[in-house]
């Protein structure tokens, strides 16, 4: 199948419940989007025109929009299912996010539209990420800054599949036991799982970003590499919330996932971003001018 087809399929269905996967509160968007993004550049960004890339369910636009970081945020994404999830979250967090659905390899914008453009978690379901970069370059004006973040490192991704594969192992281990068989309808719920998986078309070294990034014209280059023990217990959560859906309706099990994460995100930014070696860490982040 199409790689882009794939993502849009698989990122449609995913639209209804990736909140709830990756553990997006919309409520607290402005100061989570304004943290986050200090991290990667050591201090809250600043733009007029802002453009999340891939922008999902509006994680980095509406968080933008909703800190105050930008005068105006816009976003677009590949999948039509993510366009309208950014709009709801948009609207239920009381800002404007001008859309549209796009390809990042083929962004509807015109050249120096932006002076901030942020990409989380978008290039590596990309199939040219080398065209995807051109074009944020494209349409960030001089002097302009691109923020690309998460991205999967491959050590990252080895270990996120060992300590993913180990839960899938312990809940199938419990449902044998338990004479649990499985249903036509999780048979096809495996199959999306699998589909998810393929959708994901890349992992970076940070050098690899670094090349492609002097050949996409970047002159400013900085990359890293962050997060350790939070990914793996976003993995988890990715996967409890896929296999038993009714967890992330579950008032106290979503209160217990997300003290979970933000305990592992506190320990990556006080302990393991700095002992941690870079090789083992799981993403990539890049400040690109
Ligand atoms: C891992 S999600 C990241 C979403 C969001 N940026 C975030 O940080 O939560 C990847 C997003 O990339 C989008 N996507 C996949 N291929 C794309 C493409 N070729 N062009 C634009 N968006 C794409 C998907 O629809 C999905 O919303």
Redesign the pocket.
Known sequence: MDP?EL??LV?DREAAF?DDR?L?DYAHIGPDVARDLRNVIGREPRARRAL??????G??AVGLAAAGLADESHA????AA?VERTRANAARAGVDVPLTQ????TLPYADDSFDLVVA???LH???DPLRALQEIRRVLEPGGTAIVL?EPTPGGERQTGAVVGLAVKVVETIKRARGVTETEEELVRRHWELASIAANLHTFEPEQIASLAEKAGFEDIEVGTAWWSWILVLGINYYLVGEFEQLAANRIARAAGRAAVNTAATFDRVIADRLVPPQWRHTIQAVLR
């Open positions: 882009k993502n849009a990122h990736y990756f997006i999340d890339v891939a922008c999902g369910t994680y980095a677009s994404d590949l999948s993510m796009a390809d990042a390899e989380r978690g978008a379901h990309v199939p998460a």
